[in-house]
């Protein structure tokens, strides 16, 4: 296979930026991730690859459940904030508002929109887990487009 062009291909892929979140007991997980897609109608369904090294996936996989915020276009601050794991404090993960969702997961007050559910199929192959979701719950703040990789000047995949 030529790397080069398979890299290339993959990074042709458009992908959006979402905060996802699960509540495993007490611990409050959240990451910024980019590989999501609906997967089903009926059931609504979604797909979304995570690292399987990280405190994110350990709670996913614990708790069962998800809360998966979708940011809009000029986010990239709050994005970029959940690269790393905030400790919720006072009603906010960093500076940013949230609620607990009825997974227990955090719901960003600020995001366009949101869906949560039940997890249904974890597929452990790679370094990340392609972690599949029903989604039970869901709400819309506000239309907005999605904020995207290329908007924020990087990349991640290939």
Known sequence: MDEQAKKAALLMIPYGLYVLSSKNGDALATGTVNWVTQASFKPPLVAMGVKKDSGLFAALKGSGTFSLNVLGSGQKDMAFSFFRHVEPENGKLGSYAFHAGES???ILEDAPAWVEGAITDIIERGDHAVVIGEVTNAGVNRE???????ECGVQYGG
């Not at 907005?144 to 290329?150: D, F, G, S």
Request: proline content about 0%; cysteine-free.
């Open 104 to 106: 227990g997961g955090a």
């Open 144 to 150: 907005a487009k999605v904020l995207t990789l290329e």
